[in-house]
């Protein structure tokens, strides 16, 4: 079982997500931004860490959104989906093909990753 973190950053009624590059498993499918936990750190750490790299962006860590376990065919993971907001920088793409801000209702718009699924779910009640 892989740690993955995630990002829920909200900007007013809006929340950022980010389109995975092709090459990537899952390649072309939108995401909340974020990583892989590696060795030693924690979740919180992994998390600015992953901002910083991915959206060049720092962001302050805040309570746990919700947890969601899942099974992709070539990885199974325990995602942890924290609050979080910019404190410095404007997201750049980095690593992402794009990034955009949309309302809970644009969601069924957005061919999200399966993991996320259920975490979209939870947003639209």
């Given at each position: ?7 829920l ?33 924690s ?75 259920e ?7």
């Amino acid at each position: 079982m892989v740690e993955v973190v995630a990002a829920l950053i909200w900007s007013g009624d809006k929340f950022l997500i980010c389109k995975r590059p092709l090459e990537k498993a899952r390649g072309l499918m939108w995401e909340f931004v974020g990583g892989k936990v590696e060795n030693g750190e924690s979740k919180e750490a992994a998390l600015i860490r992953e901002c910083r790299e991915e959206l060049d962006i720092t962001v302050k860590v805040n309570n746990i959104f919700c947890e969601v376990f899942h099974n992709y065919p070539d990885i199974d993971i325990h995602l942890t989906l924290f609050n979080a907001e910019i404190i410095l920088g404007k997201p750049r793409l980095l690593e992402h093909t794009e990034l955009k801000w949309i309302k809970k209702s644009d969601i069924p718009n957005y061919n999200f990753c399966p993991a996320d699924r259920e975490i979209l779910e939870l947003l639209q009640k």
